[in-house]
């Protein structure tokens, strides 16, 4: 009895490296550790990897990119969110192996990686960054080579702000510009960034850094987060979580022959 019902359960979950097509976008549906040693096997080889996190938001603000998303070489884009979960149990009868975003991928990799990885963290209001630094060196144990606040790194002219972090051989990047910016800003870049992995990763900084706080464990499991953001940061997200989401599910309804 036991087994049909794991049968059943993975029936109702895409597998792990599943690559569902939701709202124009190719997510792969993966664990936390199954991703992570993904990054890990890359790093160690040399390959490089784009990784983006999909939410409701993302899939949203994101469509004018979708084309050139699809050619970036190396690109991984995970579900993060609940929303992508109800889009993708709608349309497709499934929901993914599991829920990922750079807040808690990031610690995880530090936490794991078989050798301490070299951070170069670009966006925040200035200030963030070098505090995110702070966190990353002394609770995470990992070593950062450079920062620049997210104002510098939008103004300063691109080709000068890629040497600076190529010549600080970081092999992590972290984009913190929030959606689309950060996406349009790697996508800017691709081809001259040496850095093999880059992710984008919204609001990581302000969270490491103090500036923001994070829903507590509970409220996490539960998957209520954005309810825990919404309440603190009405005037910013309500528009996210009332009209954007029924565009969010718009979109997914057009996209939805993949």
């Known amino acids: 009895?036991?087994?049909?019902?794991?049968?059943?359960?993975?029936?109702?979950?895409?597998?792990?490296?599943?690559?569902?097509?939701?709202?124009?976008?190719?997510?792969?549906?993966?664990?936390?550790?199954?991703f992570a040693h993904e990054l890990f096997a890359a790093l160690a080889a040399g390959q490089p990897r784009r990784v983006l996190f999909a939410n409701?938001?993302?899939?949203?603000?994101?469509?004018?990119l979708r084309e050139r998303l699809r050619r970036l070489p190396a690109l991984r884009i995970v579900n993060d969110g609940?929303?992508?979960?109800?889009?993708a149990q709608w349309l497709q009868g499934r929901r993914f192996a599991s829920n990922l975003n750079?807040?808690?991928?990031?610690?995880?990799?530090?936490a794991h990686s078989p050798q301490p990885l070299r951070?170069?963290?670009?966006?925040?209001?200035?200030?963030?960054?070098?505090?995110?630094?702070?966190?990353?060196?002394?609770?995470?144990?990992?070593?950062?080579v450079g920062t620049c606040d997210g104002y510098a790194g939008r103004a300063r002219a691109g080709e000068a702000l890629v040497e600076r972090i190529n010549?600080?051989?970081?092999?992590?990047?972290?984009?913190?510009?929030?959606?689309?910016?950060?996406?349009?800003?790697?996508?800017?870049?691709?081809?001259?960034?040496?850095?093999?992995?880059?992710?984008?990763?919204?609001a990581l900084l302000d969270f490491l850094s103090g500036t923001a706080r994070r829903a507590?464990?509970?409220?996490?499991r539960w998957r209520l987060e954005w309810l825990y953001r919404l309440w603190h940061e009405p005037r910013r997200l309500s528009r996210r979580?009332?009209?954007?989401?029924?565009?969010?599910?718009?979109?997914c309804w057009r996209h939805r022959r993949g």
Do not use: K
């Open 102 to 110: 750079g807040t808690d991928l990031v610690p995880w990799l530090c």
């Open 119 to 144: 951070f170069f963290l670009l966006g925040g209001q200035p200030g963030v960054a070098e505090a995110a630094a702070i966190a990353l060196r002394e609770r995470h144990g990992q070593a950062v």
């Open 56 to 64: 409701t938001n993302f899939v949203v603000q994101c469509q004018p």
């Open 216 to 220: 507590p464990d509970r409220v996490r």
């Open 82 to 87: 609940i929303g992508m979960d109800l889009a």
């Open 167 to 202: 010549a600080s051989d970081a092999n992590v990047l972290l984009v913190a510009f929030g959606n689309p910016l950060q996406e349009q800003w790697i996508l800017e870049h691709a081809d001259r960034l040496h850095v093999p992995l880059v992710l984008g990763v919204g």
């Open 1 to 34: 009895m036991g087994h049909g019902s794991d049968d059943g359960a993975a029936r109702r979950t895409f597998a792990v490296g599943e690559t569902v097509a939701l709202g124009g976008f190719q997510v792969l549906s993966t664990t936390q550790e199954a």
């Open 241 to 251: 979580y009332s009209w954007d989401l029924l565009v969010f599910f718009r979109i």
